[in-house]
């Protein structure tokens, strides 16, 4: 069946199987920033924005998306122009392995754009579904906070 | 390679419902469940999403909230924080975590039941209704006292939202779940409601989630309570009492004296921290 989806502003229309879950159809349309992990909603590698709302892109069938928005890490920055969020995930310590970063960094950015300037508990909430084997949490959470502060300023 | 042959995304209810008389078909509301395991006898599936069931209003002494609402939007919305203590919103927020509340559904949350489905086990505390096509309005505790897929809701009836009677607010609430972590499925939830005059109880409600396959509101505990001083002593006796008639459900990570003996231990903690 056709799907019309809008990824990082650019419109795609895409031929995909009825049940097509949305993480495997980004990652075969070249999104490989989205990972797949649990594919069960609890590790939250596969996070992407989805109309603005960071969601487990693996508990959502791609035809249920139909003429959606759909923003993957790559819409975030580039390796010369990083994110003010990417810059702080690096210079904080928050990445390690790296496998988590691209969903952290999307939670992060829906939080952000709802919250310019979030408290600690509110960064820690919206990550909740984030997991980090690596950094232990609070690096990802000095970053968030330094980044809103830059953003604002 | 997936066993979905088919994916309908109706603008009516109408045409929602023929094509859920087709036994092949299943109704989603956020997907989340159907997206993890497909049932083998289904090929088809058929979104609510454009239907767009997701209003939520505060009409007189009513709050209406649309199925399609997600666990996410009803958190977040101020019409709900303080009907009924904010207890709902204590519930949406234990929902899962930030990515999956944004996917589920008030309505896919109601119809599927899971015993740790957390808006369940409050909605038997409050007074309103499940409404369902036809504007068929069920109480909330009649509702829960079958599966609702075995009374037909999301077959030959779709579940448009459900309605709230305000509170007087005159009343204490309490909510608390019991979980290994925070994504964990809950092994208890407990939720209630108490009214004293004078140290005596004028009104108690009690409702527990988890524990069993569909969520349990604890009247023989209630009626054993209500016009009497409360006491820890005869607390405890009620509600032993009352666990010997709920059918606890097997779960591998707790034995049910162990679960039974938290249940009662969180019941007892809330009402006489209350006093």
Request: proline content about 3%.
């Amino acid at each position: 069946m056709e799907l019309k989806l809008n990824i990082n502003d650019k419109l795609h229309v895409l031929d995909i199987e009825p049940g097509d879950l949305l993480v495997d159809v980004l990652r075969k349309s070249g999104y490989k920033s989205v990972k797949i992990g649990c594919r069960e909603g609890t590790c939250g590698t596969c996070t992407i924005l989805l109309n603005g709302n960071a969601v487990n892109s693996c508990l959502v069938f791609a035809a249920d998306c139909e003429g959606a928005s759909i923003h993957s890490v790559e819409s975030l920055g580039t390796m010369a122009e990083p994110h003010p969020l990417q810059e702080a995930f690096v210079k904080h310590g928050a990445t390690q392995c790296g496998y988590c970063n691209p969903g952290s960094l999307l939670s992060a950015k829906a939080l952000l754009n709802e919250k310019p300037d979030p408290t600690e508990e509110e960064v820690k909430e919206a990550l909740d579904g984030n997991l980090c084997r690596c950094t232990g949490y609070v690096k990802r959470i000095e970053a968030i906070l330094a980044a809103s502060k830059k953003m604002r300023s | 390679m997936s066993k979905i042959k088919k994916f309908y995304r109706p603008e009516n209810l109408d045409t929602a419902l023929e094509l859920l008389s087709d036994e092949k078909n299943m109704v989603i509301g956020g997907g989340t469940t159907v997206a993890m395991n497909v049932p083998g006898s289904i090929s088809g599936l058929v979104s609510l999403k454009k239907l767009q069931l997701s209003e939520m209003k505060v009409t007189g002494s009513k709050v209406e909230i649309g199925g399609g609402t997600t666990a996410q939007e009803l958190y977040k919305w101020e019409g709900i924080n303080n009907v009924w203590g904010g207890i709902l919103t204590s519930a949406c927020r234990n929902i899962g975590s930030t990515l999956t509340r944004n996917l589920v559904t008030v309505g896919g949350n109601i119809v599927s039941v899971f015993p740790w489905s957390d808006i369940p086990v409050v909605l038997m505390l409050l007074d309103g209704n499940v409404v369902s096509t036809g504007n068929n309005k069920v109480p909330f505790q009649k509702y829960f006292e079958k599966s609702p897929v075995s009374q037909g809701y999301g077959k030959d009836k779709i579940i448009t939202g459900i309605e709230i009677e305000k509170n007087t607010g005159n009343e204490g609430y309490f909510w608390e779940t019991f979980q290994k972590t925070k994504v964990d499925f809950a092994m208890t939830t407990i939720c209630g409601l108490i009214k004293t005059e004078n140290k005596i109880v004028k009104e108690l409600r009690l409702a527990i989630g988890a524990v069993s396959v569909l969520p349990v509101r604890l009247t023989g505990v209630e009626n054993a309570l209500i016009g009497k001083e409360l006491t820890e002593s005869a607390l405890r006796e009620a509600l032993k009492k009352e666990f010997e008639n709920v059918k606890i459900r097997d779960d591998f990570r707790v034995s049910k004296g162990y679960i039974c003996e938290v249940t009662e231990n969180l019941i007892v903690k809330n009402l006489m921290k209350g006093l």
